[in-house]
């Protein structure tokens, strides 16, 4: 029985990541799921949030922006709009993007939707950026 997993995170532009991986959390459109070696198959619905990968006693943790999981065979795909490490995120543009977004006015269902998507995204990157400050 294998005890890793392949992870690869595919965005358009680029493969972002391919590693081993003990564990992957990642965020799910209606909440987290945790993968561990010989995890049933699934295809599951990512949401705005963090992913969290444990490899050889240490926690990479990525911003994931939506996309599609695909588990099989312990390999764990996946398809993402935009993947940023952690590190990486900018808590202040995060805070602006937010104030921005609670600006923007909603008065069609189209308006509202894109609202709402654009208050989602900047919560996550500003949850996951101040968590990796920690």
């Known amino acids: 029985m294998p005890d890793t997993l392949l992870l690869a995170v595919v965005t358009p532009e680029q493969t972002a990541l391919e590693t081993k991986a003990e ?4 965020p799910l459109f209606d909440g987290e799921i945790g993968i561990a070696p010989n995890h049933s198959p699934l295809i599951g619905r990512l949401g705005y949030g963090e992913m969290r990968i444990k490899a050889g006693g240490s926690t990479l943790t990525y911003y994931i922006d939506g996309g599609f999981v695909q588990v099989a065979d312990n390999v764990v795909a996946v398809l993402t709009n935009r993947a940023v490490p952690a590190k990486n995120l900018d808590a202040t543009a995060a805070e602006g993007q937010l104030g921005a977004a609670l600006q923007r006015p909603a008065n069609t269902p189209e308006l509202l939707e894109i609202r709402d998507r654009l208050i989602s ?7 996951t950026a101040r968590r990796a400050r920690l």
Do not use: E, M
Request: aromatic residues 10%.
């Open 121 to 127: 995204q900047a919560r996550a990157q500003l949850r």
């Open 23 to 26: 564990f992957v959390a990642l």
